[in-house]
C-alpha cells in the first residue's frame, strides 16, 4: 500500500519531464497541492529529487510561464520554515534561475518568483552575493515602483501591483543584512522608491506600506548615513517630512503598522543621528505606543490575527533594543509600568511543569510557540531595563520573576536560555542582588550548566553573567570553586570564538581578585602560565587587556604570589610582556581607546610587582621599561599618569635597602623634572601623589618616613588588583568600597 503511494508521487515527478505538456501541467499542479502545508509530503518529494527538475523548468525556455509559475510555487513551498531544505534548493542552484525571472513582463510569474526567493532569504546560511549583482539588484529596485495604470480597474487588478512592490520590499529586507548590502541598496535609489510607498496615497492597500516600513527599518538598522538619508530625503506626502510621516502611521490602527513604524524610528533614534526633536518624539510618542502594545495576549492564540499575534512577539525585543544604554527612556519606562507589564506577560508564559523543569512531555503547537517568542523577547526587555538602576532591579526582583528567570535557564528553547542568561547579567550587576536575591533564587547550578550549552551564544551569555556572579562579595563565588567552574572557564578559554575567550579569561580574573594564594595557585594549575603568556598576546585586544589584568590580580598582595607570577612566566616572558607591551602602547597610543586600557593594566601590574622585594623591583627596572613609564608621565590618560607615579613610589620605598640606586637610575633618567611638568595636574589624585613622589626625590633617604609608600597592599585593591563586573558598554562605576568596579 505504501509503495502504491509513493509510486503515485514518484510518477508525478517522472511526468514534468514528459513531452506532453498537458501531463507536465497536470504533474506539478499534482505536486504543489500535495505539499502545500504537508511536511512530509516536502520530504518526501526532495527524496524524489524534484529539486533539480524543478530548477530546470525556471531555467528552459520550452516550458511556459504557467509552468514556471508553478514550480516558484513549489519552490517557496518547499522551502519555507526548513533550513535543510533551503539549503538543498540552494545548493541545486535555485537562486539564479529565479533572479532571472524577474526579467517577466508577467506580474505573476515575478510575484511567484520573488516568494519564492524570499522563502530561500529565511535561512541565514542562504548566500547573498549572486542577488547583489549589478543586474539583479537593479531589477529588483526597479520593481520598488507600483504600476499605476489599474487604480481605476477592478480591486483585484488594482491590488495587482502592489502586490508587486509589497514582495519586492519584503525581499530588501531579507538582503539588508550588514552595512555593504545596506549601502549598495541605497545606492541603488531604493529609499526613495521606499518611502514613497509609505505615505497616505497608500493607505487603500496597507500590506505595502507595512513591507516597505520594515524594508526601511532594515536599512536603517545601525547605519548612520542611511538614517540621515532617510530622515532628509523629500517625501511626497501631506505630513512634509520623514518622520511626521513615521510619526504618523505610530498612530496606526493595524498593530502590524505600528510596530513596523516604531521598529523604524526606533532604528533611526539608535543610529546617533543627534536629533533633539527625535528623542522628544520618542519620549512623548513612540515609546508609549510601544508600552501600550506590551500586553498579556489572548490566552487562545489562534482566535487572534495573524497581525495581532506578530505584534505582540516582537514589541518586546523592539522595547528591549529602544531604551537600551539610554537612562531616560528607561525612567520614561519605569513610569510607563512596563516592568509590571512584561513581568504579566512572562508569567503568563509559565506552566506547573516548567516550575519542575518538567519538559518531557513538552510539545510545540502554535501555542506553546507564540508564548516561547513572548517569553523570549520579554526577558530581553527586562535585562535591558534593569541593567543600570538598582531601583529597576528591585522592581523586577520584587514581580517575583526570578524563579521564572531561573526556570528558564533549563526550556529546551535556546533563545529563552540565553535572554534568562542576559537577565541574570543585569541583576547581578547589584552588589546586593549578588548577596541576597540571587543566592536564594539558586541560580548559579543552572548557570554553571550553560557553560556547556549546545548553542555557543548561551555558553556566551552564561560565561559573561558568570563574570559577576564570581565577584568577591559574592557567596556564589565559593558555590563555583566548588563545582567545576574553574574547570569549564579554562575550557572555555581554548575556544575559537573570541567572545567566549574574552568572557572566560574575564571570569577567571574576577575569581583571582583578592583571592588567596592558594586559590591562585589551583587556577593556574588549571589555566597555565603558557596560556595565560598566549592570552596576553591575543589578536583580540579586550582579550589581551583582561588577561594582563588577570596577571595583575595574581600578582596581588604578598611577595609570594609575586614570586610565584614570575616563576609561573619566567624572568624572560615577564621581561618580554612588559617592555613589548608598553613600547606597543607608545607606538599606538591615541588611536583607539583599546590601546590605552591594556597600558593602563599593564603599568598596574607593574605596580604590584614593585611593591615586592628587591629581587622583584630590580628584575623590572630595565632601561626600556623605564623609558616607558618616563614618556607615560604626561600621558592625556590620566589613571596612566597616577600608575606611572604609583611606580615610583614603590621604587623609592625609603624602608627599602635598595632605594638610592633606584633613586639615582630614576634622576639620571630625568624623572623628577617630568613630574614637575604635572605638579599643577587638573586631576586631584594625580597631584596629590606627585607632591609625595617629589619629596622622594628632594629629601634624603633617611629623613624620609611615608607609611603611604605600603599603601598599595594595604588599601582598596582597586589600585593593585582589579575587580571588574561585566555590562554592555563597560562603563566604570563606583559602588560601596570598591572604587574601580566595570560591569560587563
Same mark, same amino acid.
Given at each position: 500500500?505504501?509503495?502504491?503511494?509513493?509510486?503515485?508521487?514518484?510518477?508525478?515527478?517522472?511526468?514534468?519531464?514528459?513531452?506532453? &505538456?498537458?501531463?507536465?501541467? #497536470?504533474?506539478?499542479?499534482?505536486?504543489?497541492?500535495?505539499?502545500?502545508?504537508?511536511?512530509?509530503?516536502?520530504?518526501?518529494?526532495?527524496?524524489?529529487?524534484?529539486?533539480?527538475?524543478?530548477?530546470?523548468?525556471?531555467?528552459?525556455?520550452?516550458?511556459?510561464?504557467?509552468?514556471?509559475?508553478?514550480?516558484?510555487?513549489?519552490?517557496?513551498?518547499?522551502?519555507?520554515?526548513?533550513?535543510?531544505?533551503?539549503?538543498?534548493?540552494?545548493?541545486?542552484?535555485?537562486?539564479?534561475?529565479?533572479? %532571472?525571472?524577474?526579467? &517577466?513582463?508577467?506580474?505573476?510569474?515575478?510575484?511567484?518568483?520573488?516568494?519564492?526567493? #524570499?522563502?530561500?532569504?529565511?535561512?541565514?546560511?542562504?548566500?547573498?552575493?549572486?542577488?547583489?549583482? %549589478?543586474?539583479?539588484?537593479?531589477?529588483?529596485?526597479?520593481?520598488? =515602483?507600483?504600476?499605476?495604470?489599474?487604480?481605476?480597474?477592478?480591486?483585484?487588478?488594482?491590488?495587482?501591483?502592489?502586490?508587486?512592490?509589497?514582495?519586492?520590499?519584503?525581499?530588501?529586507?531579507?538582503?539588508?543584512?550588514?552595512? @555593504?548590502?545596506?549601502?549598495?541598496?541605497?545606492?541603488?535609489?531604493?529609499?526613495?522608491?521606499?518611502?514613497?510607498?509609505?505615505?497616505?496615497?497608500?493607505?487603500?492597500?496597507?500590506?505595502?506600506?507595512?513591507?516597505?516600513?520594515?524594508?526601511?527599518?532594515?536599512?536603517?538598522?545601525?547605519?548612520?548615513?542611511?538614517?540621515?538619508?532617510?530622515?532628509?530625503?523629500?517625501?511626497?506626502?501631506?505630513?512634509?517630512?520623514?518622520? =511626521?510621516?513615521?510619526?504618523?502611521?505610530?498612530?496606526? !490602527?493595524?498593530? *502590524?503598522? !505600528?510596530?513596523?513604524?516604531?521598529?523604524?524610528?526606533?532604528?533611526?533614534?539608535?543610529?546617533?543621528?543627534?536629533?533633539?526633536?527625535?528623542?522628544?518624539?520618542?519620549?512623548?510618542?513612540?515609546?508609549?505606543?510601544?508600552? !501600550?502594545?506590551?500586553?498579556?495576549?489572548?490566552?487562545?492564540?489562534?482566535?487572534?490575527?495573524?497581525?495581532?499575534?506578530?505584534?505582540?512577539?516582537?514589541?518586546?525585543?523592539?522595547?528591549?533594543?529602544?531604551?537600551?544604554?539610554?537612562?531616560?527612556?528607561?525612567?520614561?519606562?519605569?513610569?510607563?509600568?512596563?516592568?509590571?507589564?512584561?513581568?504579566? /506577560? /512572562?508569567?503568563?508564559?509559565?506552566?506547573?511543569?516548567?516550575?519542575?523543569?518538567?519538559?518531557?512531555?513538552?510539545?510545540? &503547537?502554535?501555542?506553546?510557540?507564540?508564548?516561547?517568542?513572548?517569553? $523570549?523577547?520579554?526577558?530581553?526587555?527586562?535585562?535591558?531595563?534593569?541593567?543600570?538602576?538598582?531601583?529597576?532591579?528591585?522592581?523586577?526582583?520584587?514581580?517575583?520573576?526570578?524563579?521564572?528567570?531561573?526556570?528558564?535557564?533549563?526550556?529546551?528553547?535556546?533563545?529563552?536560555?540565553?535572554?534568562?542568561?542576559?537577565?541574570? =547579567?543585569?541583576?547581578?550587576?547589584?552588589?546586593?542582588?549578588?548577596?541576597?536575591?540571587?543566592?536564594?533564587?539558586?541560580?548559579?547550578?543552572?548557570?554553571?550548566?550553560?557553560?556547556?550549552?549546545?548553542?555557543?551564544?548561551?555558553?556566551?551569555?552564561?560565561?559573561?553573567?558568570?563574570?559577576?556572579?564570581?565577584?568577591?562579595?559574592?557567596?556564589? =563565588?565559593?558555590?563555583?570553586?566548588?563545582?567545576?567552574?574553574?574547570?569549564?572557564?579554562?575550557?572555555?578559554?581554548?575556544?575559537?570564538?573570541?567572545?567566549?575567550?574574552?568572557?572566560?579569561?574575564?571570569?577567571?580574573?574576577? /575569581?583571582?581578585?583578592?583571592?588567596?594564594?592558594?586559590?591562585?595557585?589551583?587556577?593556574?594549575?588549571?589555566?597555565?602560565?603558557?596560556?595565560?603568556?598566549?592570552?596576553?598576546?591575543?589578536?583580540?585586544?579586550?582579550?589581551?587587556?583582561?588577561?594582563?589584568?588577570?596577571?595583575?590580580?595574581?600578582?596581588?598582595?604578598?611577595?609570594?604570589?609575586? %614570586?610565584?607570577?614570575?616563576?609561573?612566566?619566567?624572568?624572560?616572558?615577564?621581561?618580554?610582556?612588559?617592555?613589548?607591551?608598553?613600547?606597543?602602547?607608545?607606538?599606538?597610543?591615541?588611536?583607539?581607546?583599546?590601546?590605552?586600557?591594556?597600558?593602563?593594566?599593564?603599568?598596574?601590574?607593574?605596580?604590584?610587582?614593585?611593591?615586592?622585594?628587591?629581587?622583584?623591583?630590580?628584575?623590572?627596572?630595565?632601561?626600556?621599561?623605564?623609558?616607558?613609564?618616563?614618556?607615560?608621565?604626561?600621558?592625556?590618560?590620566?589613571?596612566?599618569?597616577?600608575?606611572?607615579?604609583?611606580?615610583?613610589?614603590?621604587?623609592?620605598?625609603?624602608?627599602?635597602?635598595?632605594?638610592?640606586?633606584?633613586?639615582?637610575?630614576?634622576?639620571?633618567?630625568?624623572?623628577?623634572?617630568?613630574?614637575?611638568?604635572?605638579?599643577?595636574?587638573?586631576? /586631584?589624585?594625580?597631584?596629590?601623589?606627585?607632591? %609625595?613622589?617629589?619629596?622622594?626625590?628632594?629629601?634624603?633617604?633617611?629623613?624620609?618616613?611615608?607609611?603611604?609608600?605600603?599603601?598599595?597592599?594595604?588599601?582598596? @585593591?582597586?589600585?593593585?588588583?582589579?575587580?571588574?563586573?561585566?555590562?554592555?558598554?563597560?562603563?566604570?562605576?563606583?559602588? *560601596?568600597?570598591? $572604587?574601580?568596579?566595570?560591569?560587563?
Amino acid at each position: 500500500m505504501l509503495t502504491a503511494h509513493v509510486g503515485k508521487h514518484q510518477q508525478a515527478v517522472s511526468s514534468l519531464s514528459s513531452s506532453n &505538456t498537458d501531463e507536465q501541467f #497536470k504533474a506539478v499542479r499534482f505536486i504543489k497541492n500535495a505539499i502545500i502545508g504537508n511536511i512530509t509530503k516536502k520530504k518526501l518529494y526532495m527524496d524524489l529529487n524534484v529539486s533539480p527538475i524543478l530548477i530546470k523548468i525556471l531555467s528552459d525556455n520550452i516550458y511556459n510561464n504557467d509552468m514556471k509559475i508553478q514550480a516558484s510555487v513549489i519552490i517557496g513551498s518547499i522551502a519555507n520554515g526548513n533550513e535543510q531544505n533551503i539549503l538543498r534548493l540552494v545548493e541545486d542552484g535555485a537562486i539564479k534561475p529565479l533572479l %532571472e525571472l524577474f526579467n &517577466t513582463e508577467d506580474p505573476r510569474l515575478y510575484e511567484a518568483a520573488a516568494r519564492a526567493l #524570499k522563502a530561500l532569504l529565511e535561512s541565514d546560511k542562504t548566500p547573498h552575493d549572486t542577488i547583489f549583482e %549589478e543586474q539583479y539588484l537593479k531589477n529588483i529596485i526597479s520593481h520598488l =515602483k507600483p504600476c499605476d495604470s489599474n487604480l481605476s480597474g477592478s480591486i483585484a487588478m488594482r491590488n495587482n501591483p502592489y502586490r508587486i512592490s509589497e514582495v519586492t520590499a519584503q525581499l530588501i529586507s531579507k538582503i539588508s543584512i550588514n552595512t @555593504e548590502e545596506q549601502n549598495k541598496i541605497a545606492h541603488h535609489e531604493a529609499i526613495p522608491l521606499l518611502l514613497n510607498l509609505i505615505t497616505s496615497k497608500y493607505n487603500f492597500y496597507p500590506k505595502v506600506q507595512e513591507a516597505a516600513l520594515e524594508a526601511l527599518s532594515c536599512l536603517c538598522k545601525e547605519n548612520k548615513d542611511i538614517c540621515m538619508k532617510v530622515i532628509n530625503s523629500p517625501i511626497d506626502d501631506e505630513s512634509g517630512s520623514t518622520i =511626521k510621516s513615521l510619526l504618523n502611521l505610530v498612530h496606526s !490602527k493595524r498593530p *502590524e503598522m !505600528k510596530l513596523l513604524a516604531i521598529t523604524c524610528l526606533t532604528n533611526i533614534y539608535r543610529s546617533n543621528t543627534s536629533n533633539t526633536d527625535l528623542k522628544k518624539d520618542i519620549l512623548l510618542i513612540v515609546l508609549p505606543a510601544l508600552i !501600550k502594545l506590551l500586553n498579556i495576549p489572548d490566552s487562545n492564540v489562534l482566535s487572534q490575527s495573524a497581525q495581532i499575534t506578530n505584534a505582540q512577539e516582537r514589541a518586546p525585543m523592539v522595547f528591549s533594543y529602544l531604551i537600551s544604554e539610554d537612562k531616560d527612556l528607561q525612567k520614561a519606562a519605569m513610569e510607563g509600568d512596563a516592568i509590571t507589564k512584561l513581568a504579566n /506577560i /512572562i508569567k503568563m508564559t509559565s506552566s506547573e511543569d516548567e516550575e519542575q523543569n518538567n519538559y518531557e512531555n513538552y510539545i510545540l &503547537t502554535n501555542t506553546t510557540l507564540h508564548k516561547e517568542r513572548l517569553r $523570549e523577547s520579554s526577558l530581553f526587555a527586562i535585562a535591558s531595563i534593569c541593567a543600570y538602576e538598582e531601583d529597576y532591579r528591585k522592581q523586577v526582583i520584587e514581580a517575583k520573576l526570578l524563579p521564572i528567570i531561573v526556570q528558564s535557564m533549563s526550556h529546551p528553547n535556546f533563545g529563552i536560555r540565553m535572554a534568562a542568561c542576559h537577565c541574570t =547579567k543585569s541583576l547581578s550587576r547589584s552588589v546586593k542582588t549578588l548577596r541576597t536575591s540571587l543566592v536564594d533564587s539558586g541560580v548559579i547550578n543552572p548557570l554553571l550548566r550553560l557553560l556547556s550549552d549546545p548553542d555557543i551564544q548561551v555558553q556566551n551569555v552564561a560565561c559573561a553573567a558568570l563574570c559577576n556572579v564570581v565577584l568577591d562579595f559574592s557567596p556564589m =563565588k565559593k558555590v563555583v570553586l566548588e563545582n567545576g567552574g574553574v574547570q569549564r572557564l579554562v575550557t572555555l578559554v581554548h575556544s575559537t570564538n573570541s567572545s567566549l575567550r574574552l568572557n572566560a579569561i574575564w571570569a577567571l580574573k574576577n /575569581i583571582v581578585f583578592s583571592a588567596e594564594s592558594q586559590i591562585k595557585d589551583k587556577i593556574m594549575k588549571e589555566l597555565g602560565w603558557d596560556q595565560l603568556y598566549t592570552l596576553i598576546n591575543d589578536e583580540e585586544l579586550d582579550i589581551q587587556e583582561q588577561a594582563i589584568n588577570l596577571l595583575r590580580n595574581l600578582a596581588c598582595s604578598n611577595e609570594y604570589d609575586i %614570586e610565584e607570577t614570575i616563576k609561573g612566566l619566567g624572568e624572560t616572558r615577564i621581561i618580554n610582556i612588559f617592555e613589548t607591551k608598553l613600547q606597543w602602547g607608545i607606538q599606538n597610543t591615541n588611536t583607539n581607546p583599546k590601546v590605552d586600557n591594556i597600558i593602563i593594566q599593564t603599568i598596574w601590574a607593574l605596580v604590584n610587582i614593585y611593591a615586592g622585594n628587591e629581587e622583584h623591583k630590580k628584575l623590572l627596572m630595565t632601561d626600556n621599561i623605564l623609558n616607558c613609564l618616563f614618556q607615560f608621565i604626561t600621558h592625556k590618560n590620566e589613571i596612566i599618569r597616577l600608575a606611572v607615579i604609583w611606580c615610583c613610589l614603590n621604587l623609592t620605598n625609603p624602608d627599602d635597602i635598595g632605594t638610592p640606586e633606584r633613586k639615582k637610575k630614576l634622576i639620571s633618567l630625568n624623572f623628577p623634572n617630568a613630574f614637575k611638568i604635572i605638579i599643577n595636574d587638573p586631576k /586631584i589624585d594625580v597631584r596629590n601623589k606627585v607632591k %609625595e613622589i617629589l619629596k622622594h626625590f628632594e629629601e634624603p633617604v633617611e629623613k624620609q618616613s611615608y607609611n603611604t609608600l605600603l599603601m598599595p597592599l594595604n588599601r582598596s @585593591e582597586s589600585l593593585l588588583s582589579s575587580l571588574s563586573l561585566q555590562n554592555n558598554n563597560q562603563s566604570e562605576v563606583n559602588i *560601596e568600597e570598591f $572604587e574601580d568596579l566595570r560591569f560587563y
